[in-house]
């Protein structure tokens, strides 16, 4: 299994969109965000994605240097069309827009449509705690990417639907919660598929319908589905995401599940919320301080060691993976290089 630092994954990413035809500012955006997301330990968002995201664009259904055109807008709203550029390089864009509004208006909401898949979306929220405000994101798959049962279902009829929210912190580190509707993203199943491991049971089921652990289940025909998030309660999960569902792909346009699309994209709302015009900064970070101290001042339950604050996990990964290196898989890494020989560069040079 190989290691990288960030450095040389980033160029490696570079380089293979540059080769495909990606502008090299849009091609340094995709990298950054990609290799963002192996950091944090979220491998399934990584640069697993490369040989996806290269088949997509060779496919016609992801334009490079597309323009993102705002289709209406006012002084604390804006819907975007993205025609069909880079979901990171555009949801990037909206969530800037989104702070610069809530500079302004206090807070901003920005819809989006026609953009192909945006990543890790814990990313775009973090940019807004950066900024000393609350960031909010959700996503739907414009009516694709139908991996999850419904509650009670036997079938997948939902896409993941994530959801991640980001407040600042008076030390630098965000809190940052960042799930999908789902038990787990579409991309962990992938990640299990690419290493030839099973998965824990309660996160699939076959196309009959019955409890598996084996990837196939969902990367291949017949296909089973992903189960929503909770478990016995996993009512509460099937609620979120199909709220998700109307809040990403109807107010934007960009169509739900069962809408009849067959082209991927994701229909996206960004929240920003400036703080400082609720209540002093100061303030709320004595409150959220307060509060995670209060969380982590609980005994520990059997099993565990400590209670984490959201997104810590993934902050103490990032300087791991930062100090030590990020590893990839044999397999993803064979399919980097494939695809590399595809857009036309004989050796990766990092």
């Known amino acids: 299994m190989p290691n990288f630092t960030q450095n040389q994954l980033q160029k490696i990413t570079t380089d293979i969109f540059e080769a495909g035809g ?8 995709i990298g950054e965000l990609l290799v963002a997301s192996n950091l944090a330990g979220h491998d399934s968002h990584g640069v697993i994605r490369i040989p996806q995201y290269i088949g997509l664009i060779d496919a016609g259904l992801i334009q490079p240097g597309a323009p993102m055109h705002i289709e209406r807008e006012s002084t604390s709203h804006a819907l975007l069309n ?36 945006i990543g ?48 600042p912190t008076r030390n630098g580190h965000p809190i940052l919660l960042d799930i999908t509707s789902s038990v787990v993203a579409q991309g962990k199943i992938r990640v299990a598929f690419n290493r030839g491991e ?34 016995i309660a996993g009512h509460k999960g099937y609620a979120l995401g199909l709220m998700i569902d109307i809040l990403g792909g109807a ?44 969380m982590k001042a609980s005994p520990t339950a059997p099993g565990f060691d400590e ?14 993976r930062q100090r030590e290196g990020i590893p990839i898989d044999d397999e993803t890494w064979r399919q980097i290089q494939e695809t590399a020989m595809e857009v036309g560069l004989s050796e990766l040079k990092f």
């Open 22 to 29: 990606v502008p090299s500012d849009e091609a340094e955006i």
């Open 82 to 117: 993205g025609n069909w550029g880079f979901g990171h390089v555009i949801a990037q864009k909206a969530m800037s827009l989104a702070i610069e509004k809530a500079k302004s208006s206090t807070i901003s909401a920005i819809s989006v449509y026609n953009c192909n898949h």
């Open 120 to 167: 890790r979306i814990g990313s775009y929220p973090l940019m807004a705690a950066e900024a000393g405000m609350v960031g909010i994101t959700m996503v739907n798959a414009g009516g694709t990417a139908r991996y999850v049962a419904p509650f009670g279902g036997s079938d997948g009829r939902l896409a993941t639907n994530p959801l991640a929210i980001a407040t």
């Open 198 to 231: 099973p998965v824990p049971l309660g996160w699939l089921i076959n196309s009959e319908g019955e409890p598996t652990q084996d990837p196939r289940d969902l990367m291949e025909s017949p296909q089973g589905a992903l189960l929503p998030l909770g478990g």
């Open 251 to 294: 107010l934007s346009g960009a169509g739900c599940s069962g809408s009849g699309n067959t082209r991927l994209q994701n229909g996206v709302l960004m929240i920003a919320l400036d703080i400082a015009n609720f209540t002093a900064l100061d303030d709320f970070y004595e409150h959220v301080d307060g509060l995670i101290a209060h």
């Open 307 to 320: 209670i984490l604050a959201p997104g810590e996990i993934e902050a103490r990964q990032t300087e791991r």
